[in-house]
Structure formats: C-alpha cells, structure tokens
C-alpha cells in the first residue's frame, strides 16, 4: 500500500515508524512551516494528572505513554528518555488533596506511575526550588527530548524504506496529492530530508487538571485562520492509496480543498531554556506546580521552564511580554534560578481542536487527519501516529477511536 504523510512532526514521524514498519511503501512530506509544535516542547510525560473529567483524553495518554519504554527499546537510541519522576508542588498542602486523591483513583489502572509520597522539602531533590513549597512525587513520570524522537522515528522509517520529502503539500478535492516548493521558504522541492535539533508541547486543557490550562494572554480578537500557502508551479503528484494528514495547526487549511472544515487552531506556547555552570541537572525530577509554570532538567546543566499559553493566532513570534511571564512565573517557583544563564527561546504552535477533544479518524475514504494533541503532544504523538497507521492501513486500531472521530458535514 502506497502512503502519502503529511507533516514530519512527532505524529506524523510516528505514522510513518509504523507503516514502514509494516510494509507500506511511505512518503512523508515535511512542510517546514514556521512554529511546528514538535520544534518548542519540553518533554513531559505525566498523563495522570490532568484531565480528571474526560476519561477518553487521559486513555489516549496514559496509553501514549505506557509504550514510550518499548519505543525506546525498539529505536536503540537515546531520545533523552528517562523516569524522573515529578515533584507536583503548591505552597500550601491543602491544595494537594485533589490531585492526591485523583492519583489514589487512577493508580489501580496505571500502577506505572509509581507509588505517590510526600516530599516535605522539595528543594531537595529540585535544588532552585522555594522553601516555601511543599510537594508529592509521582516517581513514574518520565521526560523526552521531543525532536530526538521525532528524529529517531523518522530514521527508523527511511531505514525501513520510507521517503521524507520536502515541500508543501497540497490535496485535491478527490485526495489525490501534489508537493510544491513553497514560495519564500527554505526548503526546495525533493530536497532531502536531514534531522534538526530542537524540541513540542504544553498545556491546554479542561478547568480541573492539574496543570495550567487557560490561555493566560487574551488576543484583541479570535485566532485568524492562516492564509493558505502560496505554491510554486504545478506541483509533483504522489501516487497514495491512502493519505494521514497530520500537519499540527495547519491541517484544517491542508483538508479545506476537500470540502471539510475541521476547526483546527493554534495555541502559542513560549519556552525558555537556561543553564546553571557545573551543576547536575539531568536526573532533576519535573516540578508541575497547580498553575504553571513547569520546570525539569536536562543533561549539560539544561532547565527548561514554560510555557505560555497564548490564543494570537498564527503568529509563532517570541515576545517581551511572554519571556516576562515565563521568568516571572519561574522565578517565584524556583527563585535559585536567579543567575542562571539564558541559552535560547522557543516558541510553538500547539495544535488545539475546538470541541476540545484530540482529532483522529478518516474525513474521506483515502484520508486519515491526527492532530490536536495540543500540550500533550510528546506524550501521545507517536501512539496517536500508531493508531492514524492501522486506520490507513484498514486494521483496527489499538484503541477505539469514536471519541477523537472529526465531524464532517
């Protein structure tokens, strides 16, 4: 079977690991779109937490994340993978309680999350941390380099004789596909394709998870719709059988020709990333207060702290008055991060499906879209590429997808 994949982020990277992995011969199209999610996440994997009211969300990833182990295994890389459990931290105790008791509901179903303690002086294992602040760890929760695992998928699969094309990819009202060189962009078309290092995700879900979930910088007005793409010539047809649009916040305007309107937006989400000289903080736990900002160590002395959560449209810019939240927020949680060094910015576009849900099912009898992960990308995205590979390829897949399916008119 011939499969077109459109988008290289960590979805469409995982869909194309698993099809190629089966036999299909795959085309992967990566769009370089300015502010790809995977290019500005921090790489937490604690699904237990959050979305305490939407059981068919915290399915799809608590199962994303029960099958990072075997991935790691099954890659033989390092894709910065590793259980350091998170620090859930508040400065008063009480407030504690409601995640203590919805870890203490969900622990029978998932008991890799390890067994939940306090931890009266957090800045023990987090030494930046307040002393003000008390704690829980979930000693199961894990973090991941986001572009090394999408990098390391994409290998496996050209390994395993896929193709990753550069250029835009544009649909026919039928689904047939067309890749152009895009106009004013960097990438040429059949260019190929060669890893970059970067990293996707942070929050945005329902009132009552843990982590931060509202958009803390309102817009003047809604998120305009991006414009579409400007093409170069007549474009290069794919010969597909099947077609898995998995473009992030870009996918509604990649589906349009087809006569669907998937209400498909971005959620702007700014990071930073800092160093402390001749410190140790690759084995640091990821510390989630009730209300962002999160913060979690990296090897060569890395913190990241983030993120924003910004409805502006699409508009993947870093701004003054993000950078102040981020350094506001954590320097009031981890005020010995005073003097730490500014190494870089980034900034994404997390993709958000209006009705709130994740958006994987067919929208056509040839197309397949996989998006709307929104902060929780890293968590679910190769899981979620896994179940768009089985509905291209007719299996049933992993886990029943009703719940994700796309309302099409």
């Not at 011939?2 to 299909?24: D, K, M, T, W």
């Not at 990833?61 to 390092?78: C, I, K, N, S």
């Not at 702290?305 to 981020?326: N, S």
């Not at 994404?348 to 499906?353: A, K």
Request: glycine letters at 14%.
């Amino acid at each position: 079977m011939r499969v077109v994949v459109i988008g290289s982020g960590i979805v469409g990277a995982g869909a194309a690991y698993y099809l190629s992995g089966r036999g299909a011969a795959v085309t992967v199209v990566d769009g370089g779109y300015p502010g790809e999610a995977t290019q500005a996440g921090a790489g937490i994997v604690c699904p237990w937490v959050d979305h305490p009211e939407d059981d068919d969300w915290y399915r799809l990833t608590r199962e994303g994340t029960r099958r990072y182990p075997g991935l790691v295994e099954a890659l033989g890389e390092d894709i910065g993978y590793a259980k350091v459990g998170a620090l859930l931290v508040a400065e008063d105790p009480a407030d504690l309680e409601p995640v203590r008791a919805l870890l203490r509901r969900r622990h029978a179903g998932a008991p890799e999350m390890g067994d939940v303690t306090d931890v009266p002086t957090p800045s023990e294992l987090f030494p930046p941390l307040s002393d003000d602040l008390s704690a829980l760890l979930v000693p199961g929760a894990a973090r991941v380099d986001g572009c090394s695992v999408r990098d390391a998928l994409l290998r496996a699969a050209v390994a395993q004789g896929a193709e990753v094309r550069a250029g835009a990819a544009r649909l026919t009202p039928g689904g047939e596909v067309f890749v152009h060189a895009v106009a004013g962009e960097a990438h040429a078309e059949g260019e190929p394709w060669s890893p970059a290092r970067d990293e996707t995700a942070e929050p945005a879900d329902q009132s009552g998870s843990w982590r931060q979930g509202a958009p803390l910088v309102s817009s003047a007005a809604p998120p305009a719709p991006v414009g579409a793409r400007r093409f170069a010539g007549q474009g290069e047809p794919l010969d597909a059988d099947m077609v898995i649009v998995a473009a992030g916040a870009w996918t509604g305007e990649v589906c349009r020709p087809l006569g669907v309107e998937l209400p498909v937006f971005p959620r702007r989400g700014q990071i930073m990333h800092v160093t402390l000289e001749g410190v140790d903080t690759a084995w640091w736990p990821i510390v989630l207060p009730r209300v962002g900002p999160y913060l979690l160590g990296f090897p060569d002395s890395r913190v990241v702290i983030g993120a924003t959560v910004e409805d502006v449209g699409f508009a993947p810019r870093v701004t003054l008055g993000g950078l102040d939240e981020v350094i506001a927020a954590g320097l009031r949680v981890a005020p010995g991060l005073f003097n730490a060094t500014v190494a870089e910015t980034r900034v994404g576009l997390r993709p958000v499906y209006a009705p709130g849900s994740p958006l994987i099912g067919p929208v056509t009898g040839r197309v397949v879209v996989a998006t709307g992960l929104s902060a929780y990308g890293l968590t679910a995205g190769p899981f979620t590429g896994e179940i768009a590979a089985a509905l291209a390829l007719g299996e049933e897949p992993p886990i029943d997808i009703a719940p994700y399916a796309p309302s099409v008119g």
